[in-house]
Nanobody, 122 residues
Framework: QLQASGGGVVKTGGSLRLSCAAS????????MGWSRQAPGKEREFVAA????????YHADSVKGRFTTSRDNTKNTVYLQMNSLEPEDTAVYYC?????????????????WGQGTQVTVSS
């Protein structure tokens, strides 16, 4: 089970940190990903990180502004979002897939959290 939290309303240039708490299974061999979906748009990959070893990847649209990280002791993955823009407004989802390498296609993820709304006002 994946539980995402931390969304909210923030002004342009602001920051938010999303959390994704994992429970119910061992995710040590999984890739944890973040995706987002804005109204009327397809789900878009944002970032992903492996539980084992510090391997992370961020989409070009968020590179330099967003950072994903994990805390193995808490079974939690984070998405730190800085310099937020109105274009970042979306429902953000965390997801997991059993994989050895970073997965950037949202439809390849097997387990999904419920999503958390991020709204950036101009």
């Amino acid at each position: 089970q994946l539980q995402a939290s931390g969304g909210g309303v923030v002004k342009t240039g602001g920051s938010l940190r999303l959390s994704c708490a994992a429970s119910g299974r061992t995710f040590s061999s999984y890739v944890m990903g973040w995706s987002r979906q804005a109204p009327g748009k397809e789900r878009e990959f944002v970032a992903a990180i492996k539980w084992r070893g510090y391997v992370a990847y961020h989409a070009d649209s968020v590179k330099g502004r967003f950072t994903t990280s994990r805390d193995n002791t808490k079974n939690t993955v984070y998405l730190q979002m800085n310099s937020l823009e109105p274009e970042d407004t979306a429902v953000y989802y965390c997801a997991a897939v059993a994989a050895d390498t970073i997965v950037v296609l949202p439809n390849l993820y097997d387990y999904w959290g419920q999503g958390t709304q991020v709204t950036v006002s101009s």
